[in-house]
């Protein structure tokens, strides 16, 4: 008789290990899903084009019903078979509608939500995040009967938000604390430039600011203002300050949590037959946004599950690869230089392209590039591998020297 | 549309090679330049230099206007007003208070009425040319053993010998077409040997049986112990000795006191005894001898002397003006023989006639129908800046040459023109280093626009035709000196109406009483004192002595054995070794020694102009041993500091076991225009021969050591750039930019800012920036959308990327989205390859692209790199360096 692998979310992180799992051991487990949006497993990464009408959201599914059907997994989705508790003794979960299922091993991928900040008015209509196909499909409503949108948070979700939006007619007017988009992945003339560029769509840009209040009428956002005083016209405010690990189901359930889910190296959590991966995960004392870590989350908790044992997930350095409204971009490492660090920049003002190398010790650190992502795998291996560069230092920000003559 | 062709002469080096030109656009000065078949110097050869004749006669950088004090001003005012300060200052302070310092580069017709002016009607022997700085020596060589100032072979002895003697000559690079000639000549008869003599290992050793590096200043220490070793060896021509000269006996004994022990004189010259012998042994046992011998002979306190040890071993064994045997000097210039020829030298007379014959002097005055003829020699060059520097001196006309680079201790002699009232200079060129002192300026036609005759090495008088008509307000010298020596009162005797016109006078005087009844003298046109301005005109390639009737012998001196002397024999000079007149010491260790490079002349007004030409040796350099360089912390590449007590030099180090220990080379073509410090004539001891008057250039005592900016940097502009002043300092003109090398002692706080400041740049959108703090790195490019319009490289370390790359971008209209990228790497994005250092001028084919088509085409000889390549296929100078760099590739593999 195969023990029972039960998975609570039906997202990439989930999904992934569960699809590493069956291509390592396909008969290991009897498997069942559960989802709480009415959907197969869908690309999160791609809900930009289809808030900006480039994609539908059949396009974007990596898993449709049909996939779980061939794979003999049993997929509850929606909203009534959304888990309300684990019993860790029982090792039962109950549903919403009040179902009870067993386990012998469970995967806790319950992902995270958007953080809405408190600020005064937040709770009004038009407030949201920007996470799930719901977000989307509420956008690209708003989008079609009103003008003004906010974006509050100049990261990277912001801006695919600002950007679709926009490309969606509306005016759009980013807010952002810091004084550069994108700061944490790019440098502030990085950041400038992206910005630049982004004017040049007619995104509007509020930096170095915050909101204080949100304006509302009947329920409903029609301003925000700012630290400044400022006001701006706002249908919608779109909140992309960050996100929040959902860790609600496992602290109930006793499983010991910190910011999220805390997980050893192999992915198990504080009781023996449960793991978790994704965004509602800590390792350590990291949390994660991204995709790639993710998935190698993913691959370690299959590894496991399947009893192949010695897998280990470890953080690397963070490096980042984007593409954002055409721009390639890469980051990784450092991004600002210290004290005993040195910095190499290359800028082609107007074609828009940078790079910045940070250096310690005759060490690469940080990278950043912008426009052009040319070699970067020969620059992640020189920061991982901790190569010394002094011979090759005039060289370095040009790319590979075999990419350039002798 | 079929196109003229029109002969000419190079206005290079004294091979004198006939030039076929055709006028590709008339308005835009195009020319293509071909080597004259027909013509017998160079046969269709040319040399890097004459091959980019065509890149130097734009109007870029001419002197188009006469200019008084700094204001532009029409000629009759200019004319009137040189005149009337001439004889003014002539009236108030003496005839020898006016000078002229006249040039090698002027046409014999120009040379003529110039000498004619000062010796003969203003009655001051106050004239001298630059040829002293070069030739003095072996005119006092030749006549102190001939009578005469006669090269007595023709180039076609170089072919017929069987050996030749290289000696105190670079011919590879300095007298590149003749040298080419000697390369077939051996390719054709190996069984020829060379021998070549000099201190440095030169391209010229290339063709050598046997390269002796002699010790500096042993020459003639060499060629004395060469006639004890005849005198010994039994290897005299006895009959010739007794018959036909004179003074023999002393001559070898004092040769013997010197000593007659070969490892005595092995160790005097720094050779190997064995090499020696060697030589001595090829010199003895080979009847057709050629010793050619140029500025390491005669830039010497003891150059008549070196020469005289040289045409000694000759007449001692007979070889002098038989075929295939002959003591052969090299004339640095393209007229260097025709000022000569006219007297245009302090010490001589007109049409070589000497001071110290009254009846020469007689015979002049008469001819001249003047009374004013100066009858003692005038000033030599160093003598004549120096009174010029006392205020004896206080009008000097300088025409077509730079002394202010060229003269030894040359920053003195700079001061000197400063301070001296009346500076006139006639040139084609606006703005030279002499130019800048002048008070009034005299535009002359340059080369493109000369018409008038020049004569070689080998006494061959070719026609410089011109080409283009007068550009702006510009006049022939001959015109220019006339006109002043009219308005000065002597209207009779310089009513000449052209070129044509002097050139017979200049005939009919070599003709004046030359004959048996008034003694025979060896300069002789007889038969051109006749022509009409259409033979003038059609006047082909013709060696002197041209008499009435064509006689067999004329193509060479002396096979009559009748020499120019009282009692017609040729005479031995009793020569001692002496050491140069400043011996190293503690202070100043080195010896320097200058020279050419390949692709310069003289002080570059004409030759940097071509982009092709700058490129072998950019920059204003210090050869150095490798033993040197060691001992004082010098670094190839690096920057360094060259001081003697005279002066001091900055230039780029080049280490080179080519050098001896000991001695340092700097090339002589590095002006003030073109470079802050690269002037080697500052450093030069002015120290002088006592017979010739020919500076010591080759031997002053100087140390080394490294110089420390605190940035280094580079420059590459589209225009032409207005820079603050740099510690260091040289530009180039490359194709479609200027390069700048820089280096700067001041530590500047913000260099983004300098840089940015230095290339002019307010717009940031224009710009593309690398920039590396901590390594005192900023890098800038500003462009016009995609056309590079400059860029700068700056660093806190003298190893700077190579510009070789970068500077091609700048003739491209638009440079490739992939080379914005690596531009400021230097180095070109993959696919594109680096050409390297340009070695073969003629098809700017450099290093880089030379080594790979060796190594992948697996190229094993000189032969397979030209037909792969075309290198070395166009004038042949680059051969040398084509062989040691398949030497080099073979030898790594």
Known sequence: ???????????????????????????????????????????????????????????????????????????????????????????????????????????????????????????????????????????????????????????????????????RGMEVTVVNRSRHILNKQLDKTAGDMLQSELQQKNIAFRLGLSIKEINHHDGHVNAVTLDDNSRLAADILVMATGIVPNTKLAEQAGIECDRGILVDHAMLTSDPRI???????????????????????????????????????????????????????????????????????????????????????????????????????????????????????????????????? | ??????????????????????????????????????????????????????????????????????????????????????????????????????????????????????????????????????????????????????VPGNYEDLELAELLVITGSNMAWCHPVLFQRVRKAKEQNPALKIVVIDPRVTDSCDVADLHLALKPGADVALFNGLLNFLSEQNRLDQHYIEQYCSGFAETVASAQSESTELNQIAQRCGLNENDLTLFYQWFAEN???????????????????????IINCHLATGRVGKPGASPF?????????????????????????????????????????????????GLNAVDLFSAVDKGDIKAIWIMATNPVVSLPNADYFKQALERCPLVV???????????????????????????????????????????????????????????IAKRMGFEQAFNFSSAADIFREHAALSAFENDLEHGLRDFNLTGLAELSDAEYDQLAPTQWPVLAEPTPTSSRLFADHRFFTPDRKARFIPVQWRPPANST??????????????????????????????????????????????????????????ESAWGSFLGRVKITDKQQPGSLFIPMHWTAQLSSRGRVGALVNPVTDPYSGQPESKHTPVRIQTFQAAHYLFIISRKPMTLPDFDYQAVIKADQCFIYQLAIRAPQDNILQWGQQLLQSTDEQQRIEYNDPAKGVYRMATLDGNRLNNCILIADHWRLPDVNWLQTLFSQPEIEPQQRISLLSAKPPIGQGDVGRIVCSCYTVGETTIKNAIAKQKLTSVAEISQCLSAGSGCGSCIPELNEILNATCLSK
């Open chain 2, 1 to 150: 549309m079929e196109q003229r062709i029109i002969k000419t002469t190079c206005p290079y080096c004294g091979v004198g090679c006939g030039i076929n030109a055709t006028i590709d656009n008339r308005d835009a000065h195009q020319i293509t330049i071909k080597g004259d078949e027909q013509h017998p110097a160079n046969l269709g050869r040319l040399c890097s230099k004459g091959s980019a004749l065509a890149d130097t006669v734009s109007l870029q950088g001419r002197l188009l206007h006469p200019e008084i004090n700094g204001q532009q001003t029409a000629w009759p005012e200019a004319l009137d007003f040189v005149a009337e300060q001439f004889n003014d200052i002539i009236d108030k302070h003496g005839a020898n208070a006016v000078a002229f310092y006249v040039s090698g580069q002027l046409l014999t017709e120009d040379y003529y009425v110039a000498n004619k002016l000062m010796k003969g009607f203003i009655g001051s022997s106050n004239i001298d040319t630059n040829s002293r700085l070069c030739m003095s020596s072996a005119v006092m060589g030749y006549k102190r053993a001939f009578g005469a100032d006669a």
């Open chain 2, 425 to 483: 200079v006639s040139d084609c060129i606006a703005d030279t280093d002499t130019v800048q002192l002048a008070n009034v300026k005299l535009p002359a036609v340059g080369w493109s626009e000369k018409n008038g005759t020049v004569t070689n090495s080998e006494r061959r008088i070719s026609r410089q035709r011109p080409l283009f008509p007068a550009s702006g307000e510009a006049k022939p010298d001959w015109w220019i000196v006339c006109e």
């Open chain 1, 275 to 406: 793991y978790a991966v994704g965004e509602c995960v800590q390792h350590g004392r990291e949390l994660f946004g991204l995709v790639a870590p993710v998935y190698q989350q993913a691959k370690v908790c299959a590894e496991n599950l399947a009893e192949h044992g010695r897998a280990r997930f470890k953080t690397s350095i963070h490096s980042t690869v984007l593409k954002v409204s055409g721009i390639d971009l890469f980051s990784m490492g450092e991004l600002q230089s210290g004290q005993d660090s040195e910095t190499l920049t290359h800028i082609d003002h107007h074609q828009r392209l940078y790079r910045k190398l940070v250096l310690k010790n005759n060490k690469l650190i940080g990278i950043i590039m912008y426009g052009n992502t040319r070699d970067i795998a020969w620059y992640q291996q020189l920061l991982l591998k901790q190569t010394d560069i002094a011979d090759i230092r005039d060289q370095l920000i040009f790319g590979k020297p075999e990419t350039l003559a002798a």
């Open chain 2, 585 to 642: 010491n503690n202070a100043y260790p080195l010896i320097l020694n200058t020279g050419r490079i390949r692709d310069q002349w003289h002080t570059m007004t004409r030759t940097a102009l071509s982009p092709r030409l700058n490129m072998h040796l950019p920059e204003p350099f210090i050869e150095i041993h490798p033993q040197d360089a060691e001992s004082y912390a010098i670094i190839d590449e690096s920057l360094a500091e060259v």
């Open chain 2, 329 to 377: 000097s090299l004339t640095g210039q393209p007229n260097a023989m025709g000022g000569r020829e006219v007297g245009g030298m302090a010490s001589t007379l007109a049409a070589h006639m000497d001071f110290n014959k009254p009846e020469d002097h007689q015979r002049i005055a008469r001819f001249w129908k003047t009374e004013n003829l100066a009858s003692q020699p």
């Open chain 1, 1 to 167: 008789m195969k023990e029972t692998l039960l998975v609570i979310g039906n997202g990439m992180a989930g999904m992934h290990a569960v699809e590493e799992l069956l291509r390592i051991a396909p008969d290991e487990y009897n498997i069942i899903v559960f989802g709480a949006e009415p959907y197969g497993n869908y690309n999160r990464i791609m809900l930009t084009p289809v808030l900006y009408g480039a994609k539908q959201i059949d396009e974007i599914m990596i898993h449709d019903f049909d996939w779980y059907k061939k794979n003999n997994i049993t997929l509850y989705c929606g909203q009534d078979k959304m888990i309300t508790a684990i019993d860790t003794q029982a090792r039962t979960v109950t549903t919403a509608d009040a179902d009870k299922i067993s386990y012998d091993r469970l995967l806790i991928a319950t992902g995270s939500r958007s953080l809405i900040l408190p600020i005064p008015g937040h709770a009004v209509e038009g407030v949201m995040g920007f996470r799930d196909i719901a977000d989307v499909e509420k956008m690209i409503r708003k989008a079609e009967t009103h003008h003004h949108a906010v974006v509050l948070g100049g990261g990277l979700l912001g801006l695919e938000a600002a950007n679709g939006l926009s490309q």
């Open chain 2, 287 to 309: 009847d057709k001898t050629v010793t050619l011998y140029s500025q390491g002979v005669n830039q010497s306190t003891s150059g008549s002397d070196k020469c005289n040890a």
